[in-house]
């Protein structure tokens, strides 16, 4: 028999208790469905996570809590990547292909996409990329077009992956495209 929940918590309980959930969770989990869970306010978790963030960053622990696909998880900190990716080498959180980075480029930023146009973006066949990108989780289904096309889009992996919170925090593609005069020299530099 299951042990009744306790309504009311005390600050370092509710904080003990936020840890455990974030712990097992295995995506982002939002304040408000923890607040939900234990019956309190959403103020009060986001309070807890935000007290519990500063604690791991002042004590420099081998982890952090970061708020990224619209809730909270724990990473490991940056400082020790080459440990962690050491350990993780040879799972399937191996390094994504030129091709899958570019064909995962082409999803966020176009999504929902279908699978015909990010192959004439691209100039290749992106079916075997597709499925390796279903495969990991980074990209979904995102219903149909009338005519019947599949059309993706990223996941909350992708997002988690990318260490983002939402699609609003990619970054601009305007700053990495040519500019306008500079299409026109060129143009007129082909046609020479």
């Known amino acids: 028999m299951q042990e009744a929940i306790p309504q009311i918590f005390g600050d370092e309980e509710l904080a003990r208790v936020v840890e ?5 969770a295995p995506e982002p989990v939002a ?7 234990l019956s309190v306010s959403t103020d009060q978790v986001e ?18 809590l970061r708020e990224v696909g619209g809730g909270w998880r724990y990473y490991s900190r940056p400082t020790y990547d080459p440990f962690v990716s050491q350990f993780v080498s040879g799972s399937r959180l191996q390094k994504l292909s030129q091709a899958a980075l570019e064909t995962l480029a082409v999803i966020a930023y176009r999504q929902p996409v279908t699978r015909q146009k990010v192959s004439s973006i691209r100039g290749v066949n992106v079916d075997s990329v597709i499925r390796s990108l279903l495969a990991r989780g980074l990209i979904e289904s995102a219903g149909e ?14 997002l988690e992956r990318m260490g983002l919170r939402s699609l609003d925090e990619l970054s601009p ?20």
């Open 173 to 192: 593609l305007a700053p990495h495209l040519p500019h306008r005069d500079e299409l026109f020299e060129l143009a007129q530099s082909l046609e020479k």
């Open 47 to 64: 309070a807890v996570l935000v007290q519990l963030r500063a604690e791991y960053d002042r004590d420099e622990r081998g982890f952090e």
């Open 145 to 158: 077009t009338a005519s019947g096309a599949t059309l993706f889009q990223t996941t909350t992996e992708f």
């Open 20 to 24: 455990a959930i974030l712990m097992v």
């Open 31 to 37: 304040a408000a469905d923890i607040a939900s869970t």
